[in-house]
């Protein structure tokens, strides 16, 4: 007979992988460039060389369709739900709860829209099950992490937690597995191993200096939502009981090691959430299974107090409050679709556009590249490039001003959108290449030129690792003549 714990476990998971579905019908830019990804290896039309591979790949192995997007989505919760309760598991906690909380508003609103979140939570939980095991099987799981979410390469130093220096060394080639095939594969293709890693390092961290923001105690609490009085409680419980003075190091964390791991975990995500300069809730993602994990210890331990009972059905029952108020940021397909049908009716749907909604337009069919810089913008149009501008993108700045772009021709304009152009250049088929574009742009404009060898963009500040890096690419033991970044150049 199934007991009430399952069927509440399996009505959680059913009733969270129906959200995440739902989800899909909207859109975003990171899913649309990791199902543009896919589509461009079976033919498409754009590609974005920043994205990890974890993801495309999926969906490309599923068909590249439609219908393979949302078999991916139902095949992450499943493996998110295995994750979950083999984490509980040997962690010897509640299964249902530990899942429950799992599922915190910031994981189902941002776990599934963007693509990559939840599969990395579960791929990170996974990790942590073979870690706690002693089994070499974590590096895979990490490495497969890695390649979802390149910022999960930050917990690489936790596979050293193993005392065996066999089962860690077995642990970091397997990590290795996966690693060095997308390297080769980035080897092959660009003729550098670090193409991809560079370019999203580039993009998200070295090259957005100029977009730092000051990191928000909101972000971080409302990552942890109202599971806070429960995580507090959890976290005060585990560290009150530690008898560190009692116990030899080596012992005591041997027996704390669970809580001692996530406790890392969720300080190392902190940390780089503090660090990137642009600060978006979901980098605070991997904090959700410490959250959850501690909660559960909170939970337990109320629970035996009196009015404890109490107490968590409160807190859970503004935990759905607030789920229900919380506001996703979800972007409708409505005004991409109708900038496209514009384009079809004033027959320039065949022509090459600029737009910097570029991704999505890619992913909903229609050819697109990145809007160019505006010292470039009556060049390009002249040129016969069409440019379709969004001003409910931040990006680039000389779009929310009207007066300017209302000095070139404008074929359409509405409060959602304007469409520039006078012309038909041809389209192409595009790969979006971060470094390559930037250095494209700076030398039209100030006729710089800048180095975007990946291993100068990565290491430039220490040369023994640009040498090495070089080396490993079949160029030398040597440092780059051009030493020109452009960061000063950057700001479109």
């Known amino acids: 007979m199934i007991r009430k714990k399952e069927l509440l476990l399996a009505a959680t998971f059913a009733l969270s992988t129906l959200f995440f579905v739902w989800q899909h019908s909207f859109v975003s830019w990171d899913f649309a460039s990791y199902a543009s990804n896919a589509e461009y290896w079976n033919g498409g039309s754009y590609y974005e060389i920043s994205r990890p591979p974890l993801v495309p790949f999926m969906l490309y192995a599923l068909g590249a369709s439609p219908i393979s997007e949302y078999i991916f989505i139902i095949l992450a919760s499943v493996l998110f739900l295995y994750s979950t309760i083999r984490l509980a598991d040997r962690m010897k906690i509640g299964r249902e709860i530990f899942y429950i909380f799992s599922l915190s508003p910031m994981v189902l609103f941002y776990g599934m829209i963007n693509g990559a979140e939840l599969l990395s939570l579960a791929l990170l939980g996974l990790f942590l099950v073979y870690l706690l095991e002693k089994s070499p099987k974590a590096g895979l799981f990490l490495g497969l992490a890695c390649l979802a979410r390149y910022n999960f390469l930050v917990f690489l130093p936790l596979v050293f937690s193993n005392r065996h220096p066999r089962k860690i060394l077995a642990a970091l080639a397997l990590f290795a597995i996966p690693a060095i095939l997308w390297l080769a594969f980035n080897f092959l293709t660009t003729g550098n191993m670090l193409t991809s890693l560079a370019d999203s390092y580039a993009l998200n961290f070295k090259y957005r200096h100029y977009f730092t923001q000051p990191a928000s105690i909101v972000h971080i609490l409302t990552a942890i939502s109202f599971l806070l009085p429960l995580f507090v409680a959890g976290l005060y419980k585990t560290i009150s009981e530690w008898r560190i003075k009692e116990t030899k190091t080596m012992k005591f964390l041997c027996r704390e090691k669970a809580s001692v791991l996530l406790i890392i975990i969720f300080a190392m995500s902190i940390y780089q959430y503090v660090s990137t300069p642009s600060k978006e809730l979901r980098y605070l993602f991997p904090i959700a299974l410490p959250v959850a994990y501690f909660s559960s210890i909170g939970a ?145 404009a100030y006729n710089i030129s800048i180095n975007t060898n990946p291993c100068f963009v990565m ?28 960061l000063e150049l950057v700001r479109d």
């Open 459 to 486: 290491f430039s500040s220490s040369s023994i690792l640009e040498k090495s890096c070089n080396f490993a690419n079949g160029k030398g033991f040597i440092l780059d003549d051009n030493r020109v970044a452009g």
């Open 300 to 444: 337990k331990w109320i629970g035996r107090k009196r009015l404890g009972a109490i107490v968590v059905i409160a807190i859970m029952t503004l935990n759905l409050g607030y789920f229900l108020s919380m506001n996703g940021g979800y972007e409708s397909r409505g005004k991409y679709q109708n900038s496209i049908d514009i384009l079809r009716q004033n027959n320039l749907d065949n022509c090459r556009l600029l737009t910097n909604a570029w991704p999505i337009m890619s992913y909903l069919g229609q050819p697109s590249e990145p809007f160019p810089r505006r010292e470039l913008v009556g060049k390009s149009v002249e040129e016969g490039d069409i440019i379709v501008l969004f001003p409910s993108i931040a990006e680039p700045e000389w779009a929310q001003n009207r007066t300017f772009v209302r000095e070139f021709p404008v074929i359409y304009e509405s409060d959602d959108l304007i469409m520039l152009g006078n012309g038909c250049n041809a389209p192409r088929r595009y790969e979006h290449n971060y470094m390559l574009l930037l250095s494209e742009k700076i030398s039209r």
